[in-house]
């Protein structure tokens, strides 16, 4: 299955660099996600968009910047990030409209590690 | 908003045995509870969810129980098999657009 394709798979940055996480999905959705995924830890949503529009905001540190600049494509702009924030990064996209009960179309990942 | 725990952590059975895990969660106007799995190395994939206005849902060897005056679902696997074995991931709603996963149960089906 890869209806979602994120890229790069890993990543490694020191915590002066900025890099970008991309995300593309060809399932026709209207909603994509950005999900972290620590070691031991429960997912966390950092971010919802629908339809472009970000409607969910995690109270995530602004060091992540995301951009969804259609409804097929989705970024996780990083700058400045802290050797805790390594993690997976996961994408993800449902049909509707970003809501709960939507099915979750996960990406394979971007695996970060800061330095 | 909603705070999910999932036990156990892990948990190993013997292939052809039962494997069962249980969530609980804190808000009672909760209506939706997705169940996610994640194999070594590949993304998490939605394999059952269950509505509020039912207490059961059944796909081949996986259900979904729910009992929503304890506030608490259950996965259970039946006949299990090698490809069972995998993280398994609950969830519940916190806001209408945010999921709580619970902390994940790593299942190892011994052959």
């Known amino acids: 299955e890869t209806g979602v394709t994120q890229t790069p798979r890993h990543l490694v940055m020191g915590m002066t660099n900025k890099k970008s996480l991309k995300c593309e999905q060809h399932?026709?959705?209207?909603?994509m996600y950005w999900y972290k995924q620590s070691a031991k830890k429960p997912l966390e949503l950092m971010f919802v968009?629908?339809?472009?529009?970000?409607?969910e905001n995690n109270s995530v540190p602004s060091r992540f910047s995301p951009e969804c600049p259609n409804s097929s494509h989705l970024f996780l702009h990083l700058h400045t990030l802290q050797p805790e924030d390594s993690a997976l990064y996961l994408c993800?996209?449902?049909?509707?409209?970003?809501?709960?009960?939507?099915?979750?179309?996960f990406g394979s990942g971007t695996q970060l590690s800061v330095l | 908003g909603e705070n999910v725990e999932q036990h156990p952590s892990t948990l190993s059975v013997q292939e052809g045995d039962s494997a069962v895990i249980k969530c609980t969660y804190s808000d009672s106007a909760s209506n939706y509870f997705p169940w996610y799995k994640q194999e070594l190395g590949k993304r998490p994939q939605l394999i059952i969810d269950i509505r509020s206005n039912v207490g059961e849902k059944k796909d081949q060897r996986i259900a979904v129980t729910l009992n929503k005056t304890a506030k608490h679902f259950s996965l259970h696997i039946t006949e299990t098999q090698p490809e069972d074995s995998a993280v398994y991931f609950c969830?519940?709603?916190?806001?209408?657009?945010?999921?709580?996963f619970g902390a994940g149960t790593t299942v190892t089906v011994r052959a």
């Open positions: 993800a996209s449902s049909q509707g409209s970003g809501r709960i009960n939507e099915k979750l179309f």
């Open positions: 969830a519940a709603p916190h806001n209408d657009y945010k999921l709580s």
């Open positions: 968009y629908s339809l472009e529009e970000r409607v």
């Open positions: 399932l026709g959705h209207n909603a």
